[in-house]
């Protein structure tokens, strides 16, 4: 005799529904293995990391200043240049405007979100809202 509470639990994973916020059960297939390169991606609100599988240990990589961990910033300077993490970070105090931060807390969030309108007036760049009403950031005029 099957023991059906417990089958459930080993083939459905629980999901929610961003728009209804019901906890359904969708049935996911199993994995019959790797068959490429893992990779996994921290994105944090602060910070953020990258690793690979390397056989059956994950390996963190290392960032271009030999740190494992790398600044969750942007920055756009005026002449088109790009920055992200530390060199966006230093670069911030002359340049607020322009550098983007805690971007995190805007995913999948309307603009018209009580969140996102309390973090308005917390950060130096401007959030505005998209043609579809999400949370966007602009610098240097341009979304």
């Given at each position: 005799m099957y023991?059906?509470?417990k089958v459930a639990r080993q083939r459905l994973?629980?999901?929610?529904?961003?728009?209804?916020?019901?906890?359904?059960t969708g049935a996911r297939a199993y994995s019959s293995g790797v068959n490429g390169p893992v990779i996994g991606i921290d994105l944090g609100t602060t910070n953020s990391c990258v690793s690979v599988m390397e056989g059956?240990?994950?390996r963190?990589?290392?960032?271009?200043?030999?740190?494992?961990?790398?600044?969750?910033?942007?920055?756009?300077?005026?002449?088109?240049?790009l920055l992200v993490g530390q060199a966006a970070?230093?670069?911030?105090?002359?340049?607020?405007?322009?550098?983007?931060?805690?971007t995190k807390r805007l995913i999948g969030r309307q603009f018209k979100d009580p969140a996102v309108q309390a973090d308005i007036p917390a950060v130096?760049?401007?959030?505005?809202a998209h043609t579809n009403?999400?949370?966007w950031v602009e610098a240097n005029g341009k979304k």
């Open positions: 023991n059906l509470a994973y629980p999901t929610v529904t961003r728009n209804t916020g019901v906890l359904s059956k240990n994950p963190v990589i290392e960032n271009a200043e030999g740190t494992r961990t790398t600044p969750s910033v942007v920055a756009f300077s005026k002449d088109g240049e970070k230093r670069q911030a105090v002359v340049n607020s405007q322009n550098t983007v931060y805690a130096s760049y401007k959030i505005v009403g999400d949370a």
